[in-house]
């Protein structure tokens, strides 16, 4: 069975670092973790009620493209980076790093901004899970520090699919979080008619957050999970949906 994926789109990695983000085609799961076009959908959540069965499925041949069973983070929306070496089952965090050959780091989105990072060696890979929460809080630039204390030099960043600038509503809590945590430029937020109400670009505000770290190299940042129905779950337009994974590691 072929699995469609998105592989990322960015200069100056070296050729055997690894990666790619999943969609929602592809697998086994039923409505209304399909694949909105009739056929099986390839969620790769255990947690968003799907079965288990379904996702034991979609897992399992998920796997086959990977040099090794991939460990899922229990994502919560923080700044915690785990090594993906030592990672368990259930273990919190938002990010994984590595310089182990043919260990997978991996993180699970539906609209939330998957980042992949690796440095221009190939020595150190990262998956990071930043959803507005995080992505204020500071998950990317921890990320990069643990890339750095790991012997990471010159940083590259690839933005995987996530919910587009003219679609992610928020509110006031979200633009003062920025403001307060992230300094960030008003930009990033356009208002909307009604009072109290802004429209946000994720993508710009990790551009924003990863120059500020030092990462100018960014690539990726160009869809929208919200819009593109046939190819991404969305948990803003859907609701009850399935997870997509980006995934990433040094083959030897």
Known sequence: MSLPIIHPDWEGVPLHVQGFCTTRMGGFSKVPYDDGQGGGGNNLGDHVGDLPE???????????????????????????????A??????????????????????????????????????????????????????????????????????????????????FEVGQDVVDAFQ??????????????EEGKYLADIYGLARYVLAKAGVDQVHGGDRCTVTEKGQFYSYRRDGVTGRMASLIWISP
């Open 54 to 84: 379904s996702v034991a499925r979609n897992r399992h041949m998920l796997n086959r493209f990977l040099p090794g069973d991939v460990t899922f983070l229990s994502q919560v929306h923080g700044t915690i980076i785990l090594d993906a």
């Open 180 to 193: 307060l945590r992230a300094r960030t430029s008003e930009k990033f937020f356009k208002q909307k008619a």
């Open 86 to 167: 030592t990672l368990h089952a259930g273990d919190s965090g938002d990010a994984v790093i590595t310089t182990v050959p043919n260990t997978v780091c991996a993180v699970l989105t539906a609209d939330c901004l998957p980042v992949l990072f690796s440095d221009d060696k190939g020595k150190v890979v990262a998956a990071a899970h930043a959803g507005w929460r995080g992505l204020a809080a500071g998950v990317l630039q921890n990320t990069i520090i643990k890339m750095r204390d790991a012997g990471a030099d010159n940083i590259i960043a690839w933005m995987g699919p996530a919910i587009g600038p003219d679609e």
